[in-house]
Nanobody, 128 residues
Framework: QGPLVESGGGSVQAGGSLRLSCAATRNLGNNYCLGWFRQAPGKEREGVARIYLIYVRGGTPYYADSVKGRFTISQDNAKRTLFLQMNSLKPEDTAIYYC??????????????????WGQGTQVTVSS
């Protein structure tokens, strides 16, 4: 098992909310990027939100246009846990959601190739 473990997925009707959690099971360092990604059936994995941690304090978050204003990325430093609060969910948000960490460089993007640690994924299903 990798160092990132997600939880909190489930099924919800359109307009509802879910909160995803991603727990780091070990110390990943002082400065690194954390991100949330999703992958719908038949589609490529896409970045949803990311935040850069400097000495475990969160920097300015960044969101994909498709979730801006609806999703919020945050972290609990003491618990080494990353969150994704998802509000006003839409059927097109249905996907497997992954958290990821980029610990090997200073890049902090929404490109999956820049991340070296991945969680196992959690399913989010939004019905209309």
């Amino acid at each position: 098992q990798g160092p990132l473990v997600e939880s909190g997925g489930g099924s919800v009707q359109a307009g509802g909310s879910l909160r995803l959690s991603c727990a780091a099971t070990r110390n990943l360092g002082n400065n690194y990027c954390l991100g949330w990604f999703r992958q719908a059936p038949g589609k490529e994995r896409e970045g949803v939100a990311r935040i850069y941690l400097i000495y475990v304090r969160g920097g300015t978050p960044y969101y994909a246009d498709s979730v801006k204003g609806r999703f919020t990325i945050s972290q609990d430093n003491a618990k080494r846990t990353l969150f994704l609060q998802m509000n006003s969910l839409k059927p097109e948000d249905t996907a497997i959601y992954y958290c990821a960490a980029a610990t090997h460089s200073s890049r902090c993007t929404l490109e999956p190739r820049d991340y070296n640690y991945w969680g196992q994924g959690t399913q989010v299903t939004v019905s209309s």
